[in-house]
């Protein structure tokens, strides 16, 4: 199992940094771990070629083989293309200027079609948008039940007619049933379908044709293989999506399927979802797929639940202390407890610059919340100056502290050790620095 | 399809219950059926014939060692598998023991499938009841291949089958796998939405052991791998089962979908480590996939691949034919 492609780098190019410069075939072993680490992200062989004789180029070119810290400038590059490559700013649904909103949802089996649907009218409601579903997957058992079910959970009204009638002639009434009663949008669902099954296909441009979509959405699962791209393009050419729904992003799959998608189709990543509940659906940020690719951290979306728990005044104070490396183990105590509210530890340490390998080890000693109530014990048994100011945890204190939350001393070292790391990282990501990547823990 | 359905099951005495297979219940023709049957069909025999050409391995240059790479990393054999293979190809090659194109591409085919785990080993039936549990990450088509295994456990092996709903969570689980369970003519056990899923398969034993039926199969809620408390609950489950009969679970199978990357390996360990499988079905080959994930995860899990799913139908679950798979591997 590789691991995170900055470390790989790291270690690639570690001699180099004694000798301060570095020389082609350097450049070429560092392409080599890149082109493994993509290839085990499940990037397309041929996008990771293309990408690494791109990102060979630039690392070849003026200034980067004498710079200073060479090691540093190839994973800034890495970064930088991928981020690139991931597709600039990330864009809105288009909306219709009268009338509902048709929104057509298509993808293979098992992508999570369905449960998208219901996502999306949640999320869409939370915009104050009225969102009513159409049950089109006449094929899957009981499909129309499931989406009743998560409809009505989502409190999205859903319209169906059963098994027996074509998908087509149902989601042409279901449109007329959304313009009477004034819904903003309709949400398709279909079935999921093979994209080289021609009568299933057809089958959905049968459906486009009829319906008209403003927005056609791919739903494809973020733990797809080499094979996204042969998907992506058959669904392009038969419905011509606009852009890409990934799903399944909670799990440890690092994606590459979305940037082999996005490098081949041209078609952007919209949303993401990152959790089995119906609120888990997030707008996609290209620049934070690099991240997650790279492991380099996620400050913004961090900032951003914390803006989504509380107001936004504690939100801009967040943002200046961690500016100002005055984010305190307080702070970091409220931000966890917000952070279990808002799900899965490892999505939220993930997003934390530096805990990748936190949550590495997490899941390796299988850890889970029980080990989160530990770190806020061993917090709750600091005094307020201590949670301010960590330097004055001395070993009498740390004593205490173990004591008091029935942990050890060296339970507590980690924590202020892990702690400080954390907030230079974080101060530096947000001021858009690159860390370096020594600080992250990287050798 | 080399495998008959008995060649993959290891069936022990003959069961009390059924004495012969009820061979005459065709398979429901539901819309589409025979037309998706006919082109798995074709795409398998395609598979065979377009295999990276014979010229290729007559000249084993750079490129053609690299068109071989290229080749199974696009199958999602992942980079660290197809390394292993093709390098233990060029060391025999290069110790001068194939001789010709075809002895080269022959030799390949064979290190595939042995690396996949090869085909000899079986889904154990022998106990009464045998309770099979069947697990994996959400949308890889257990309920689906649960349906098609109950179908083919009575119709082909004679065995009758009771199938447990413990999918508690995902909205109409438990109807999707009632309608399955009507088609395939076997009876259901069903917990209550929201309920315990442990509950549900202790059921569907005592539900076996005095109705005198042969095998339970039990459907599983959908989950990410990393979700420790889903995975804990899977574990649970597990003991369960193990407490009301003993030797319970007697197989437990993960459904991994041939569209998986190599994310499929972690998933593999994460739920080997919860309930501790004993095999693979790999699902959805009917599409462009090769599910090369399934050899990565056989050979560095040594978890042998079982059954294969290529279509929707009641029919579209085989026994696992490694030959074939690893032969298709390398085509285009």
Known sequence: ?443 | MARSWRDAFELGEPAGSEAAPRDSAEPEAGPGLFRRLRQSLSKSREALQAELGASLFEQLDDEAWERMEEALILADVGARATADVVGRLETEVEGGTLSGGDAVRDRLVELLAEAAGGDAERIDLQARPAVIMVVGVNGTGKTTTIGKLAWHVRNELGRSVIVAAADTYRAAAIEQLEQWSERAGVEIVRGSPGGDPGAVVFDAIAAAESRGIDVVIADTAGRLHTHSNLMAELAKVRRVAAKRLEGAPHESLIVIDATTGQNGLRQARAFTEAVDLTGVVLTKLDGTAKGGIALAIASELELPVKLIGVGEGLEDLRPFDAREFAAALLAD
């Open chain 1, 1 to 443: 199992m590789f691991d995170q492609l900055s470390d790989r780098l790291q270690e690639t190019l570690s001699g180099v940094r004694s000798r301060g410069k570095l020389t082609e075939a350097d450049v070429d072993r560092a392409m080599r771990e890149i082109r493994l680490a993509l290839l085990e992200a499940d990037v397309n062989f041929k996008v990771v070629k293309a990408f690494t004789a791109q990102v060979r180029e630039r690392c070849l070119g003026a200034g980067v083989l004498d710079s200073l810290n060479p090691g540093q400038q190839v994973v800034k590059i890495v970064n930088e293309e991928l981020a690139e490559l991931m597709g600039g700013a990330s864009r809105d649904l288009a909306f219709a200027g009268s009338g509902p909103t048709v929104i057509l949802m298509a993808g293979l089996q098992g992508s999570g079609k369905t449960t998208a649907c219901a996502k999306l009218a949640k999320l869409l409601a939370g915009q104050g948008k009225s969102a009513a579903l159409v049950a089109c997957d006449t094929q899957r058992p009981a499909a129309v039940d499931q989406l009743v079910t998560v409809g009505r959970q989502a409190g999205a009204k859903v319209y169906e007619q059963g098994t027996e009638r074509d998908p087509t002639e149902i989601a042409d009434w279901a449109l007329g049933q959304a313009k009477a009663a004034g819904d903003d949008v309709l949400i398709v669902d279909t079935a999921g379908r093979l994209h080289i099954d021609e009568e299933l296909m057809d089958e959905l441009a049968q459906i486009r044709k009829r319906t008209k979509p403003h927005d056609i959405l791919l739903v494809l699962d973020a733990m797809t293989g080499q094979d996204a791209v042969n998907v992506a393009e058959a669904f392009a050419e038969r419905v011509d999506f606009d852009g890409v729904l990934l799903t399944k992003l909670d799990g440890d799959a690092r994606g590459g399927a979305a940037l082999s998608v996005k490098a081949v189709t041209g078609k952007p990543i919209l949303y993401a979802s990152l959790g089995e509940k119906l609120d888990e659906l997030e707008r996609f940020h290209p620049e934070r797929m690099a991240g997650r690719i790279l492991g380099m951290g996620d400050v913004m979306s961090l900032i951003e639940k914390a803006e989504q728990v509380s107001d936004k005044q504690q939100a801009e104070d967040l943002e200046r202390k961690i500016r100002r490396q005055e984010f305190t183990l307080e702070d970091f105590l409220q931000q966890m407890r917000q952070v279990r509210r808002m799900g899965p530890l490892g999505n939220v340490l993930g997003m934390m610059p530096g805990m990748g390998k936190a949550v590495k080890q997490i899941r390796q000693a299988d850890l889970d919340d029980r080990e989160l109530d530990r770190l806020e014990a061993i917090i709750l048994s600091m005094t307020p100056a201590e949670r301010a100011r960590p330097q004055l945890i001395d070993g009498s204190r740390r004593k205490r502290i173990a004591r008091g939350s029935g942990t050890t001393v060296q339970a507590v070292n980690q924590l202020v050790k892990q702690f400080g790391q954390m907030r230079k990282l974080m101060a530096q990501l947000a001021k858009g620095k690159m860390p370096d990547p020594q600080q992250l823990g990287l050798r």
